[in-house]
């Protein structure tokens, strides 16, 4: 009795009418799968319609699919070779059913795609290998079908499997093999074809059998969501079902992105010996040795390789919502257990597989494929799609529905964990013997920050220097915290990856902080071009935050360049260049916006005194 | 992790949503085989605990094997069973052909409850192996107000991220075994020794492979009298499954119209 027989599941997409289903059912035939009885019934059904024998009767098993000669929604069966078990799930090859496609194939860990050779790569062909693509299924066997109504013609074949190949290799894909075959007959399924005896390559079973069984989950970090947490009797058990990496008992857990920490006691099961160990794919439960406040949604890893923290991200997403999807539109984001509210912050792109080019969009349709940003108010825990395919993506919901899949990238966007962690716990404050109104009345004035923000070129530097000047000129206690300044000193040991920028924003903001504190206006000239920072910032200075747009349009900034950094940004020598290359996020809230497209320097600059003055003066 | 243990695994995964996800919640015990290793699978998924109804849709026309086989496993599982009993038969759509009459009596009888304790979530043992409407079935598949499947326009459902919302009046079904086979069935309960009605089990040169009402349910030739016998007998036989089952092919379209008015 063999229970360890290895079970592959293979789905087979492509053009409508391409023979999918036929092929199914003639592989299942071919195999010696098909229960008694069942062809008798098949061909009774054809002969009440009076129509030729179809094999695809077998997997379409909807009357109105039958009749329509079309498949509607996905299925699934079950046929073995001596080397391994298979699930094959047949797809619908209609556009309008590319959510049953997608349905079927998500589950899929190889794929055939058909074509026909009277008509060649069409749109679906082009379509579902995108999709393919995108829902991380690398191999891939193409299978030339119908070759009979090509005359079984190799140089027929020869040009489809070239055209599709370089199609194919656009997009990053190279399939394993390319197979004529005529289905409906069982050309070179099972058996080899006597009438293409100029194809001397194996059958679709061969290459199917020489696919490896994937998933190398084990290798990679421990990734345990956190599905719900019982407590039916005195034990409290976190269960969950662990997507990558291993977890041993004794193993010291973190959990994201509440950052708590504990060990895990015991592996609980029952009517089973305890495990002490469980890797990916086990529905596990746990008991930790403190309790912790833990809730469905968490995601437990070791310390050392945690996931990143952050509330914005990428996402290249296929959308199957009826509604189209909408730029500023809210969602339901679920990511494993996880389940929050996001709004689309901007439509990056929209891809046509057909041309593989890419255009910009307010809204995505139905069955298109976009690259969007996806900001949510509580911060996510995640992976990037290349380092882990099941934590680096995500679904939407809407209402009832799913209405998209999609994979996360973090290009440009930093790991927030560093920035919310580290204010350690164990230290209080030491209490200062100078009272805050005391240092008002020495000074005449309160304490706070100007938090300039704003494009390269918007003006911030200038106009920052020019109102410390006045400022001081007024008797104000007041400095310039810059970026080229703080750059040298403070912040010398830092780099301009994504985390290092937000770390120099992050002591910018503690140091504005404290100056604040002492008394001084303190005027800070950083692009900062995410909310997030911005939004750390102004909580480390508290009420004294004051958010200063300087507004400038990306063309006037290019056409000023003062350092020439667009140019050389353009010009690609220059990599992550914000408003180029990486984004800038405009303040939701700002307390003041200076917009230097229509103001002079001297009018910028005296409508920030304007507003020192109202905001600042001991009385006000 | 082998073969049994993944299938295992996500049956527990998919078990676990649905309790978290779904308010009100019972699971269909038709006291054939793949609905005891569905409680098997609850006791592993909770602990040891089956943490809602289990119910028994109760057509008087079982087996008395298997009215005793509930009232025992009901006790020593420590289950919450609900075991109402169908409607008369003559309340049922006159149209259909005899078996299927009965098999939509049993749709009647789960609408019934449906509504009397307010269940919003239904977990029933079906298998993608068993029939091909079945296996176009989605894992948390939506029902309408009258329980209807709405076949045509299924929602979609990928990479284990199910559709658990639904719009008030309406239930979910929720399909646990949907990815077993018939064979991974048998060596699961080779292998976890769970209890079985002894009816699968060859006397006299006959046994029962799949257990629905007795008038509508009708054994096969074999000698396999134990488990083992009966996974050697599965390697080797060609003949479906449902073979036995009356209902299934009376015409083409009886099992998709039952399935699609509310059938399991
Ligand atoms: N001549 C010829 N006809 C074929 C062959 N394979 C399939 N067909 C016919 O092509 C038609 C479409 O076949 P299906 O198997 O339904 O196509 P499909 O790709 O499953 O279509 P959808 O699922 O609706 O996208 C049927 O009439 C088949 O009989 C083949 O090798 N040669
Ligand atoms: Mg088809």
Not at chain 1, 114 to 125: C, E, K, R, T
Not at chain 1, 230 to 256: N, Q, T
Not at chain 1, 368 to 388: G, Q, T
Not at chain 1, 432 to 451: D, F
Request: aromatic share 8%; charged share 30%.
């Amino acid at each position: 009795m063999s229970t360890e027989r290895e079970l592959m599941r293979v789905v087979i997409v492509g053009h409508v009418d391409h023979g999918k289903s036929t092929l199914v059912g003639r592989l299942f035939h071919d195999t010696g799968s098909l229960a008694d009885g069942k062809l008798e019934q098949i061909k009774g059904m054809c002969e009440r319609r009076g129509m030729p024998f179809e094999w695809a009767f077998l997997m379409d098993a909807f009357q109105s699919e039958r009749d329509q000669g079309i498949t509607i929604d996905t299925a699934q069966i079950w046929f073995k070779t001596p080397k391994r078990d298979y699930t094959i799930i047949d797809a619908p090859g209609h556009r309008e059913f590319i959510k049953n496609m997608i349905t079927g194939a998500a589950s899929a860990e190889a794929a055939i795609m058909l074509i026909d050779a009277s008509q060649g790569v069409q749109q679906q062909s082009r379509t579902h290998a995108f999709l393919l693509n995108l829902l991380g299924i690398r191999q891939i066997i193409v299978v030339v079908n119908k070759m009979d109504l090509a005359g079984c013609d190799e140089r027929t074949f020869a040009a489809i499997k070239a055209e599709y190949v370089r199609y194919l290799d656009e997009i990053g894909i190279v399939p394993n093999f390319v197979i004529p075959a005529v289905a409906r007959d069982g050309d070179n399924l099972v058996h080899r074809s006597e009438r293409m005896g100029w194809y001397q390559d194996g059958t679709l079973i061969s290459a199917l059998d020489s696919f490896q069984s994937q998933g190398e989950l084990r290798a990679l970090p421990l990734r345990l969501p956190i599905q719900d947490v019982y407590k039916f009797d005195d034990r409290r058990i976190l269960a969950g079902r662990i997507v990558s990496g291993r977890l041993k008992v004794g193993d010291r857990l973190l959990f994201s992105p509440s950052n708590k920490v504990a060990r895990v006691k015991t592996i609980e099961a029952w009517n089973a010996e305890p495990p002490l160990e469980a890797e990916p794919g086990q529905s596990i439960g746990i008991i930790t040795d403190e309790q912790i406040f833990i809730e469905r949604g968490e995601i437990a890893s070791h310390e050392k390789a945690a996931p990143i923290e952050t509330n914005v991200f990428h996402g290249r997403l296929f959308w199957l919502g009826r509604k189209p999807l909408t730029r500023g539109d809210t969602y339901r984001l679920r990511m494993l257990s996880r389940d929050v509210q996001v709004t689309v912050e901007r439509i990056e792109a929209i891809y046509d597989p057909d041309s593989l080019s890419q255009r910009p969009a307010e809204t995505v349709e139905r069955n298109e494929i976009a690259d969007v940003v996806l900001r949510s108010y509580a911060l996510l825990a995640l992976d990037e799609a290349d380092d882990n395919p099941q934590t680096g993506r995500f679904v939407l919901s809407d209402g009832a529905n799913i209405v998209a899949g999609g994979t996360i990238s973090m290009r440009d966007y930093p790991d927030q964990r560093k920035l919310v962690t580290v204010r350690s716990t164990n230290i209080t404050a030491v209490a200062h013997r100078i009272t805050n109104t005391q240092r008002v009345s020495r000074n005449g004035h309160k304490g706070g920050v100007l938090w300039f923000t704003g494009l390269s070129g918007a003006g911030k530097s200038t106009i920052a220097m020019a109102v410390e000047q006045e400022l001081f000129r007024r008797g104000y206690q007041t400095y310039v915290l810059d970026g080229d300044n703080v750059r040298r000193g403070l912040n010398s040991n830092l780099s301009f990856s994504p985390e290092d920028r937000a770390e120099n924003i992050r002591r910018v903001g503690e140091v504005a902080a404290l100056f604040a504190d002492s008394g001084q206006i303190v005027v800070t000239a950083f692009i900062s071009p995410y909310r997030s920072d911005r939004r750390r910032a102004r909580a480390a200075a508290k009420d004294g935050f004051h958010e200063i747009y300087i507004k400038a349009s990306l063309e006037t900034c290019e056409k000023r360049d003062p350092k020439g950094l667009y140019r050389r940004a353009r010009s690609g020598e220059i990599a992550e260049f914000t408003g180029v290359t990486a984004p800038y996020e405009t303040p939701d809230a700002p307390e003041l916006t200076i917009d230097t497209d229509r103001l002079s320097v001297e009018e910028s600059v005296a409508a920030v005194l304007d507003y020192v003055d109202r905001k600042f003066r001991k009385h006000s | 992790m082998n073969h049994l243990d993944r299938l295992e695994a996500q049956s527990v995964y998919i078990l676990r949503e649905a309790f978290n996800r779904i308010e009100k919640l019972a699971m269909l015990w038709s006291l054939g085989k793949d609905s005891n290793v569905m409680v098997w699978l609850a006791k592993k998924a909770f602990f040891g605990h089956v943490p809602f109804p289990v119910m028994h849709i109760d057509t008087e026309k079982k087996f008395p094997e298997m009215y005793a086989f509930r009232d025992r496993y009901a006790q020593e599982w420590n289950l919450s069973l609900i075991a109402d009993k169908c409607p008369p038969v003559e309340e049922v759509d006159q149209t259909l052909p005899p078996a299927a009459r009965s098999a939509a009596r049993k749709t009647l009888g789960l609408r019934n409850a449906i509504e009397r304790y307010g269940f919003n979530g239904i977990i029933a043992g079906i298998r993608r192996d068993e029939e091909a409407v079945r296996s176009k079935e989605r894992v948390f598949s939506p029902r309408g107000e009258s329980g209807q499947w709405d076949f045509r326009d299924q929602p979609p459902e990928f990479w284990d991220y199910f559709n658990t919302d639904l719009p008030p009046g309406t239930h979910l079904r929720v399909h646990p075994l949907l990815h077993w086979t018939e064979m991974d069935i048998w060596r699961y309960i080779a292998r976890e020794k769970i209890p079985m009605v002894e009816l699968y089990f060859a006397r006299n040169g006959k046994r029962y492979r799949s257990l629905g009402d007795q008038d509508i349910t009708f054994p096969i030739d074999s000698k396999a009298s134990t488990i083992e016998e009966i996974i050697i007998e599965l390697e080797q036989t060609r003949a479906p499954e449902r073979a036995g089952r009356a209902m299934d092919r009376e015409t083409e379209d009886a099992f998709e119209r039952l399935r699609a008015a509310g059938y399991m």
